[in-house]
C-alpha cells in the first residue's frame, strides 16, 4: 500500500510540475505580447523537452500505479464463515489469499472481546496454489455460548514466526494480550458462538 500511496506522490508532482512549466511558458508569452505586439511562433524548444518528459513521467507512473494496483497488491479474504454468522465451537475459516508476498506467513486468529486475548493458529496456514487456504480453529471454550468474536487474518514475517509460535507451544500459553507490531491484518469478521 505504501508503493501505491509513492506512486500517487510522484504522479501529482508530475502534474504540479507540467502545471508550473505551462504557467511558466503562458506568462512569458503574456509579457512577450505586452512588449512586442507580434505573436510568438510556438513553445520555444526548452519548454517543449521539459514539457515532454513531464508527461512521459505522468504516463509511466500511472502505469506503475494501475500495474501495482491491479496485479500485485497483497489480498487476503475470509470468506467463510460470514460476519455476523453464529458459529460452531471448532469452525472451519477458509478464505482467499493473493500475492502474498516471499517469506510471509498467513495466520488466522480468533479474538475473544470477553477475555480479551488473541488465539492464532498454532502454525502457519497452508495456501494452496490456487490461492484457497482451509484452517480448523477453536472459537471460544465451552462456557462461551452467545459471546463475540472476531476472526482475523493476517501476514508476518517468516523470521518473526518461529517466536510467536514458539511462545503459542509453552503448557501456560493462555492467549496473547495484542498482536504482535509486526503483523499485519488483512482481514476480519465478527461472529458469534452458538
Not at 168 to 176: A, I, L, V
Request: one cysteine or more; a positive charge.
Amino acid at each position: 500500500m505504501d508503493s501505491i500511496f509513492g506512486n500517487i506522490t510522484r504522479i501529482i508532482v508530475a502534474v504540479l510540475s507540467l502545471a508550473g512549466i505551462y504557467i511558466s511558458y503562458k506568462s512569458q508569452r503574456v509579457t512577450d505580447r505586452r512588449r512586442f505586439p507580434i505573436r510568438p511562433q510556438s513553445m520555444p524548444l526548452g519548454y517543449r523537452v521539459i514539457f515532454a518528459i513531464c508527461i512521459l513521467l505522468i504516463l509511466c507512473n500511472i502505469g506503475i500505479f494501475v500495474w501495482q494496483l491491479l496485479y500485485s497488491s497483497t489480498s487476503i479474504k475470509i470468506n467463510s464463515p460470514q460476519s455476523n454468522e453464529y458459529v460452531m465451537p471448532q469452525q472451519v475459516i477458509s478464505g482467499t489469499a493473493k500475492n502474498i508476498p516471499p517469506n510471509n506467513k498467513l495466520y488466522v486468529v480468533v479474538y475473544s472481546k470477553s477475555a480479551r486475548k488473541y488465539f492464532p493458529s498454532e502454525t502457519a496456514v497452508s495456501i494452496q496454489p490456487d490461492g484457497k487456504w482451509v484452517v480448523h480453529l477453536a472459537i471460544g471454550a465451552s462456557t462461551d455460548q452467545g459471546k463475540a468474536f472476531t476472526i482475523i487474518a493476517l501476514l508476518m514475517e517468516e523470521k518473526d514466526c518461529n517466536r510467536f509460535e514458539f511462545v503459542m507451544k509453552r503448557p501456560d500459553f493462555s492467549g496473547f494480550e495484542y498482536l504482535p507490531e509486526v503483523s499485519k491484518i488483512y482481514d476480519s469478521i465478527d461472529v458469534y458462538r452458538k
